[in-house]
């Protein structure tokens, strides 16, 4: 039987989520990167065009996202000459489980001058390019070789990246430049709140924001910074391709420690890296 590398199937019910799609929280649960992933796909077949970039979209993640059929419903907030913006919900049974908003602006010229930019960038593993999905390569400054397929291998107190081509939002269906770079942003929650421990903070939304889209269907994601205190985690990544960085990612989190994930004893990761 041929391996489904999507997260949802559209079926005349809505949305179905398929296995890739189930979190490491709850298997009765829907991951990050499939609800985001969905979001944008709907926001951007239904409000972009060829002449707008999708240059920011906000995720809130308030309620659990169920393995039961999902809808969405999105509104044109506003129609300008260079600026677009749209909202979704992502609904169950008739109930908001979670929220999107879009800003498109409009490409031109860039400005005259030069401007300060990030010296140091991400680079991509010395691996061939990769057309269809697949399983994430994992990376951290205290990994001796750098990059692994081996989660488990960088559990530790050092900065975190990951480099994969994103799983499908819907099966069959490749996903645009955009929706891959808001499936691989989503697991900024994962490169920054990962720790020595595991992983013990879940993500309440994701900020995307970009100066273009990737070039290939191959994304990557490293971590800028983590803060938290009593609970609550803000951090931030840069996302990468193979040409160099082309956006950054926010989110913030709250603690999960009873549901402490530990990828050193064979915790799924499907949460945040949409494989099994």
């Known amino acids: 039987m041929a391996v489904r590398y999507g997260f949802f199937e559209e079926t005349a019910r809505g949305f179905e989520p398929l296995p890739f799609a189930a979190s490491a929280w709850s298997p009765t649960m829907v991951n990050g990167p499939a609800v985001c992933g969905l979001l944008a796909r709907t926001l951007e077949r239904q409000h972009g065009?060829?002449?707008?970039?999708?240059?920011?979209?906000?995720?809130?993640?308030?309620?659990p996202?169920?393995?039961?059929p999902l809808t969405v419903v999105t509104e044109l907030v506003r129609e300008g000459r260079r600026i677009r913006v749209a909202d979704a919900a992502l609904m169950q049974d008739g109930v908001d489980v979670a929220r999107a908003t879009v800003v498109f602006l409009e490409r031109s010229a860039q400005p005259p001058g030069q401007l300060w930019t990030r010296a140091e960038v991400p680079r991509p593993p010395s691996v061939p390019v990769a057309t269809e999905p697949?399983?994430?390569?994992?990376?951290?400054?205290?990994?001796?070789?750098?990059?692994?397929?081996?989660?488990?291998?960088?559990?530790?107190?050092?900065?975190?990246?990951?480099?994969?081509?994103?799983?499908?939002?819907?099966?069959?269906e490749p996903p645009s430049p955009f929706v891959g770079a808001v499936v691989i942003g989503e697991a900024t929650s994962l490169m920054t709140n990962w720790g020595s421990a595991g992983i013990g903070f879940i993500n309440t939304d994701m900020t995307l924001a970009l100066a273009r889209l990737p070039v290939g269907s191959e994304v990557g994601v490293e971590a800028d910074s983590h803060l938290s205190t009593d609970g609550v985690a803000v951090g931030s990544a840069t996302l990468f391709d193979r040409t160099g960085p082309?956006?950054?990612c926010?989110?913030?989190a709250l603690s999960n420690a009873r549901r402490q994930v530990d990828f050193t004893n064979g915790d799924i990761i499907q949460a945040k890296a949409g494989i099994q």
């Not at 697949?134 to 530790?156: K, M």
């Open 65 to 68: 996202t169920l393995a039961k």
């Open 250 to 252: 926010v989110v913030t």
């Open 134 to 172: 697949t399983r994430p390569l994992w990376g951290s400054d205290a990994h001796a070789e750098g990059w692994s397929p081996e989660i488990g291998e960088h559990q530790n107190d050092s900065r975190k990246r990951m480099w994969q081509a994103p799983m499908r939002v819907i099966e069959g």
């Open 246 to 248: 082309f956006g950054t």
């Open 49 to 63: 065009s060829p002449g707008f970039l999708p240059a920011r979209l906000t995720v809130d993640l308030f309620r």
